[in-house]
Nanobody
Framework: QVQLVESGGGLVQAGESLRLSCAAS????????MAWYRQAPGKQRELVAG????????KYADSVKGRFTISRDNAKNTVYLQMNSLKPEDTAVYYC?????????????????WGQGTQVTVSA
């Protein structure tokens, strides 16, 4: 059974940093592209960042470029999201998902497993 478990969320002030982690089990992690999504209250879920299996290619939402960094450690079956210079508009539940498909866009083709989510709240 594939499982993704996120951790690292919390309440921070604007300008501070957080690092989210997503530990995978039950999958051959190293061959799968992974992604972070977020969903704020009353808004649609959106892709935040994606990373290919070997970590060579990454994708970021325009709103987080230059502030967030996605990375992975295939030896630890873990994908990370380093979030710097956080803004109140980054407040959301953050989800890890994989495997995801990528090309002209990154998406879940129905085969991804999703984590339970971790809350990130940024106060002004």
């Amino acid at each position: 059974q594939v499982q993704l478990v996120e951790s690292g969320g919390g309440l921070v002030q604007a300008g501070e940093s957080l690092r989210l982690s997503c530990a995978a089990s039950g999958m051959i992690f190293s061959i799968n592209a992974m992604a972070w999504y977020r969903q704020a209250p009353g808004k649609q879920r959106e892709l935040v960042a994606g990373i290919t299996s070997g970590g060579i290619t990454t994708k970021y939402a325009d709103s987080v470029k230059g502030r967030f960094t996605i990375s992975r450690d295939n030896a630890k079956n873990t994908v990370y999201l380093q979030m710097n210079s956080l803004k109140p508009e980054d407040t959301a539940v953050y989800y890890c998902a994989g495997p995801v498909r990528y090309g002209s866009r990154w998406y879940d083709d129905g085969r991804a497993t999703w984590g339970q989510g971790t809350q990130v709240t940024v106060s002004a």
